[in-house]
């Protein structure tokens, strides 16, 4: 035991003098969390309010055959722009981007409108158009049917009917989300920070302690100590788990500082990032350190060199913290076979403290009891992988 | 005193050691002379617990480096081929280290790490960070290293590469001074003046065998040869990897 103390502390005070490992553990994740977040949070503000509010221009053929939709049109920020196109040419158009879509108004609508028949319009898009193309189309549409629906209700009153009596049945959509959980974005974003500042403050240390030992050529005499092998490591192991908590306890520290400043409420979210939030974060997440730091040792052990060790661990910490990018756009139900799943299960706690949810204990104890037993159990292997001779390169 | 029982070790199709033999007493330098890849270092590798032989044993003050590799760390002081420092940590630092990892408690390791910082003549850079020291620095460091838990046998994997004269010197006089005080020294070294201004005793390796042991004057007269440059190509059977 005491052994293991030793190396732990020589491991944890070497390493906090090494520039480029404090640069990883102590700055990278609370200083870039933070940022990271609040440029995410930042843009999907700003992109939602981009599809509704803003100005469009729209070509449109044959304007002068209905002033009066033009108008209505440009009413609600649609700038018509008169073009002399036929249809050919509207299609080359949008072919070549010229223009993203176009409204075309036969010569004959003001007569049919006169008749009271109905009196036809056509809007060119390309659906495949992702940049905009067919979602202006659909405000255009909105506009015009809003426009038909008007002028039919007018007519109808005109001709003594009670316009109420041709809606039989109306939709009324009710938004049930609540500020928190339409934040569900951000919130997801700061696990996979939190967890990968985590994984990331180890990464350094990890490799030092074990490609970097034998680099320099210490690893030698340190095997002449007199203690059992696995000891050595268990040290280690314990050393790059101290830094990875620092690490995500000073992340989780900076964002919800960070969380302060971005008002959500405003933009109808809600996070709850008190201190006792961010304690329970640090909590639930905690055994996942002791997952990483040994999953780390243990690569970076069958690696020759530092340089080696770095692309292997790279790879390695993109592991546990990919999926959770993905998570979110799956809509995966937390299950008890995805709650003892490292790293997902550390995922699904954080989103229900964040949204202030109550954790249920069984869900505690698979993700705890799951990333623990994992992590003994690699471990245990960089430990038998330090008594094999071929450790010494 | 060490006492090696035909130690044999192969790495897959290579015999690298077979059925060595040697025994190394206290109070005595014992050099193990032989060419590059003759099988020294992996020798010393077994000597030092790091390696595992295939057959055969070795001995460390009644202790055996197979049934008991701990008991015999606690013997042996090792200076590796590569005297690897840690660089973030000053030079009494990585003693310290050491001395805690024998288990010597604080106060104790402390004044040990005077003692040798004395013996050794490294007062000048003991506080200072072992990042950018000179060979000969690093060396004596590290010999202050494998010093540290106090061992009566000290093992030296080829402890003059990279040094200069004066180094050599210095390291010379001071494995003297360790004979005086009744250590147990084997050394390696592919360097045959070396060998034969320092050492009591000499074995003689190549191809993973001892072809040799003995004392110089002995081996001179073994060989018939009139200079000790000659006995050991003879000896050895080729003049390659020698110098």
């Not at chain 2, 000659?230 to 000896?235: M, R, S, T, W, Y």
């Amino acid at each position: 035991m005491r052994g293991i103390f030793t190396v732990f502390r020589k491991e944890f005070v070497e390493n906090l003098r090494d520039r480029r490992i404090l640069l990883s553990a102590l700055v990278f994740g609370p200083v870039l969390g933070p940022l990271m977040l609040a440029a995410v949070l930042q843009i999907s503000v700003s992109r939602g309010e981009a599809t509704f509010e803003k100005p469009m221009t729209l070509p449109v053929i044959g304007a002068e055959h209905a002033p009066n939709l033009i108008a209505t049109l440009e009413a609600q920020d649609i700038k018509v722009e008169p073009r002399t196109f036929n249809e050919q040419q509207i299609r080359e158009a949008i072919a070549t981007r010229e223009i993203t879509l176009a409204l075309r108004i036969p010569p004959d609508f003001a007569e049919r409108w006169a008749r009271s028949e109905p009196a036809a319009v056509e809007i060119f898009a390309d659906s495949s158009d992702q940049f905009g193309g067919d979602a202006s189309a659909d405000r255009v549409s909105r506009a015009i049917r809003a426009y038909s629906r008007q002028v039919s209700q007018m007519r109808l009153v005109l001709r003594g009917v009670d316009p109420v009596s041709t809606m039989p049945v109306v939709i009324h959509d009710i938004d049930v989300s609540t500020p928190a959980s339409r934040a569900s974005f951000a919130l997801g974003l700061l696990s996979y920070l939190a967890i990968f500042a985590m994984l990331f403050g180890g990464m350094y240390l990890a490799i030092d302690a074990t490609a970097g030992e034998r680099e320099r050529g210490s690893l030698e005499a340190l095997l002449t100590a007199p203690m059992p092998r696995p000891h050595l490591i268990y040290g280690k192991i314990a050393a790059t788990t101290a830094y990875m908590l620092i690490s995500m306890a000073l992340t989780l520290t900076a964002c919800a500082v960070a969380l302060n400043y971005v008002r959500l409420e405003e933009f109808g979210m809600s996070l709850s990032m008190g201190p006792l939030a961010t304690l329970k974060l640090f909590a639930v997440s905690a055994p996942l350190a002791v997952l990483g730091a040994g999953l780390l040792t243990v690569v970076a052990s069958f690696t020759r060199s530092f340089r080696e060790a770095q692309s292997y661990l790279t790879f390695a910490i993109s592991l546990p913290t990919l999926p959770l990018v993905f998570i979110g756009v799956l809509r995966v139900e937390p299950s008890p076979l995805i709650m003892s799943t490292p790293s997902l299960s550390q995922h699904f706690l954080m989103m229900k403290i964040l949204r202030g949810e109550a954790l249920a204990t069984p869900d505690l104890l698979y993700s705890a009891g799951a990333s623990l037993l994992i992590g003994g159990i690699l471990c245990w292997f960089a430990g038998r992988l330090y008594e094999r001779e071929a450790i010494l390169g | 005193m060490i006492t090696v029982n035909a130690l044999s070790k192969r790495f897959g199709k290579v015999e690298a050691v077979r059925a060595v033999s040697l025994s190394a007493p206290d109070g005595r330098i014992t050099g193990l002379l032989g060419p590059n890849g003759a099988g020294k270092s992996t020798t010393l590798r077994m000597l030092a617990t790091l390696l595992r032989p295939d057959s055969g044993e070795a001995i460390v003050d009644g202790q055996s480096t197979t049934t008991s590799p701990i008991e015999v760390r606690r013997r042996i002081g090792v200076l590796s081929h590569a005297s690897g420092l840690y660089p973030q940590l000053t030079a009494r630092e990585n003693i310290l280290y050491f001395a805690e990892l024998h288990g010597i408690d604080r106060q104790q390791a402390r004044s040990r790490v005077s003692e040798l910082a004395a013996l050794l003549e490294i007062e000048e850079f003991l506080d200072r960070k072992t990042k950018g020291f000179s060979q000969g620095q690093r060396l004596k460091t590290a010999l202050a290293r494998a010093l540290v838990h106090g061992p009566r046998n000290l093992i030296l994997d080829e402890p003059t590469n990279g040094l200069d004269v004066m180094a050599v010197r210095n390291l010379r006089a001071l494995l003297t001074r360790l004979r005086e005080q009744g250590h147990c020294i084997l050394f390696s070294s592919h360097v045959m003046q070396e060998v034969a201004l320092l050492c009591d005793e000499v074995v003689v390796i190549a191809q993973g065998r001892v072809v040799a042991a003995g004392t110089i004057e002995a081996l001179r007269s073994q060989a018939g040869e009139p200079t000790l440059e000659d006995a050991f190509v003879k000896l050895i059977g080729t003049a390659e990897g020698l110098n």
